[in-house]
T-cell receptor, first 110, second 111 residues
Framework: SQQGEEDPQALSIQEGENATMNCSYKTSINNLQWYRQNSGRGLVHLILIRSNEREKHSGRLRVTLDTSKKSSSLLITASRAADTASYFCATENTGNQFYFGTGTSLTVIP | SQTIHQWPATLVQPVGSPLSLECTVEGTSNPNLYWYRQAAGRGLQLLFYSVGIGQISSEVPQNLSASRPQDRQFILSSKKLLLSDSGFYLC??????????FGSGTRLTVV
C-alpha cells in the first residue's frame, strides 16, 4: 500500500504542551502534506513540504521531512484546546496521486 | 476565489437504493478532482480521481462509480447501495502541487 501511516494513533496532552506526530510512507514522493480534520468536517490543508526540503514552519507548526527514512513529523507548539482534531499526512507521488495515512487523533486538555 | 461545494451534508439511504453525490468547483478551470471515503475511525481512502472531462480513474474495485460530465462537476454514484458503503465522503480538487481543497463532506448511512 502507498498509504502513509501516522504515529501515534491517538495523543492526549495538556494545553500549552507541544504535540508531535509522525508519518511514514513507502514510495518516492513529490511532496508531503499535513491536514487537519475537525470531527465530521472536511479536511483543512495545513502545510506542504517538497521532497527537496527538510524543514518548514508555519505559525506554531513545524514540519520535517527525511526522505532517506521516508518519514515526516508535525510539531505543534504551545498547543491550544482548539487544536483538538485529527491530523493526517498525505503524500503526492510522481503520478500526482495523493495518499492519506490513517491519522492521529489529538486531544488538547484545557 | 476558488470554492468547492458538496452536497448533501448527510444522507440516510436503504440498502439497495441508488446514490448520487455531487461536487462542484468554482473559481478555477481544469482542476484535478477526487472522491475520498473515510470509514469510521480510519484514514481516507482514494476512490476516484479525474484529470479532465470524462476521464475517470478508479483506485479500488467497489460498488461505486464516478462521472465528470463538466469540467467543474464530479459525481459519485451507485446503482445499489450496500451496508459497507456507509462512511464519510469527501470531494476535493487540486491544481499543481498546492495541496487539496476539500468539500465539507457527506455523511452517508446505509440502513
Amino acid at each position: 500500500s502507498q498509504q502513509g501511516e501516522e504515529d501515534p494513533q491517538a495523543l492526549s496532552i495538556q494545553e500549552g504542551e507541544n504535540a508531535t506526530m509522525n508519518c511514514s510512507y513507502k514510495t518516492s514522493i513529490n511532496n508531503l502534506q499535513w491536514y487537519r480534520q475537525n470531527s465530521g468536517r472536511g479536511l483543512v490543508h495545513l502545510i506542504l513540504i517538497r521532497s527537496n526540503e527538510r524543514e518548514k514552519h508555519s505559525g506554531r507548526l513545524r514540519v520535517t521531512l527525511d526522505t532517506s527514512k521516508k518519514s515526516s513529523s508535525l510539531l505543534i507548539t504551545a498547543s491550544r484546546a482548539a487544536d483538538t482534531a485529527s491530523y493526517f499526512c498525505a503524500t503526492e507521488n510522481t503520478g500526482n496521486q495523493f495518499y492519506f495515512g490513517t491519522g492521529t487523533s489529538l486531544t488538547v486538555i484545557p | 476565489s476558488q470554492t468547492i461545494h458538496q452536497w448533501p451534508a448527510t444522507l440516510v439511504q436503504p440498502v439497495g437504493s441508488p446514490l448520487s453525490l455531487e461536487c462542484t468547483v468554482e473559481g478555477t478551470s481544469n482542476p484535478n478532482l477526487y472522491w475520498y471515503r473515510q470509514a469510521a475511525g480510519r484514514g481516507l481512502q482514494l476512490l476516484f480521481y479525474s484529470v479532465g472531462i470524462g476521464q475517470i480513474s478508479s483506485e479500488v474495485p467497489q460498488n461505486l462509480s464516478a462521472s465528470r460530465p463538466q469540467d467543474r462537476q464530479f459525481i459519485l454514484s451507485s446503482k445499489k447501495l450496500l451496508l459497507s458503503d456507509s462512511g464519510f465522503y469527501l470531494c476535493a480538487w487540486s491544481q499543481g502541487t498546492y495541496g487539496y481543497t476539500f468539500g465539507s463532506g457527506t455523511r452517508l448511512t446505509v440502513v
